[in-house]
């Protein structure tokens, strides 16, 4: 059995109902995903004929008799086996088992292609974490250097290397998550998001940054490049990579640098 389901405003398919099944496990389909096959009058969302799809593997005249969904011919029970959520002979089984493989790349594939985008966005948050940490350990380096060399107050002398051992640890702790973001770690997604949701404090660009990182980690999408089924497909598709623009790694190295001159500058100022 064959159907088609919408994307956005696109019609994809035909995929076989073991290729279905698998899009709605990695959340490309959804109980409201319109969904059509041969048969119906028109496009319904998932949910309302789930129930149907489920009975879908066709039952013979006779009891315990089924039909393959290769060959059509009757069989009983103990003359076939369950493939996906049909019924296959055992002179069927090589073909519809080299179709499964084949139907396994294919949406694999699909998935892959239409998340790649959003992978590679929230990979980038993990560069902003490691950029966001080098300048905090950099900045908290050059404040206890000035305050142990310097002649402060021992109050505020103290509290100046408080402070910078605070801004250790949250750097640390910030190169921790953006490797786990990175890795598509699923665990990430949690302190990724508590840094994310204090961000919203800083008025103006920090807030919409961190709003759009908020999006890109707890959207539909963002769920599905975590999860353990996806992690299954980038494994079968190594060979799609997603380019990230010269534009992009220009914009980035600016950024290090300019982090790095405000540090050098700082120091020097102190001095």
């Known amino acids: 059995m064959e159907w088609f389901y919408a994307s956005g405003s696109d019609q994809k398919g035909p995929v076989e109902q073991v290729e279905l099944d698998r899009l709605i496990q990695a959340g490309v389909i959804t109980r409201s995903t319109l969904v059509w ?3 119906m009058t028109d496009w319904k969302p998932y949910d309302e004929v789930a129930g149907v799809a489920a009975m879908s593997p066709s039952i013979g005249s006779g009891e315990g008799e089924v039909v393959c969904s290769e060959c059509g011919k ?3 029970m103990d003359e076939t086996i369950r493939l996906g959520s049909g019924f296959v002979c055992a002179n069927c089984k090589p073909i519809a088992m080299q179709k499964l493989r ?4 294919s949406t694999s594939e699909q998935i892959r292609q239409e998340h ?3 992978e590679a966005s929230v990979k980038s948050v993990g560069i902003l974490y490691f950029l966001a940490a080098t300048a905090l350990i950099l900045l908290s380096v050059s404040l206890m250097t000035v305050t142990l060399g310097g002649s402060r107050s021992s109050d505020l002398g103290v509290f100046f290397v408080a402070a910078s051992f605070f801004g250790l640890l949250l750097g640390v702790a910030l190169i921790w998550v953006g490797i786990g973001v990175r890795g598509l770690k699923s665990w990430a997604r949690i302190p990724a998001g508590i840094l994310s949701g204090i961000g919203l404090l800083y008025l103006g660009l920090g807030t919409i940054v961190n709003a759009y990182i908020l999006y890109l ?3 539909q999408k963002g769920k599905t490049v975590f999860s353990d089924e996806y992690k299954r497909v980038i494994a079968e598709t190594p060979h799609i990579k997603y380019r990230t623009s010269i534009v992009v790694w220009v914009l980035l190295g ?3 640098l300019l982090i790095g001159m405000a540090m050098v500058a700082a120091l020097v100022g102190r001095r």
């Open 37 to 39: 096959r041969e048969g």
């Open 74 to 76: 009757l069989f009983g």
């Open 102 to 105: 084949e139907g396994a790349n």
């Open 116 to 118: 790649i985008k959003h």
């Open 217 to 219: 980690l707890f959207c």
């Open 254 to 256: 600016l950024l290090l």
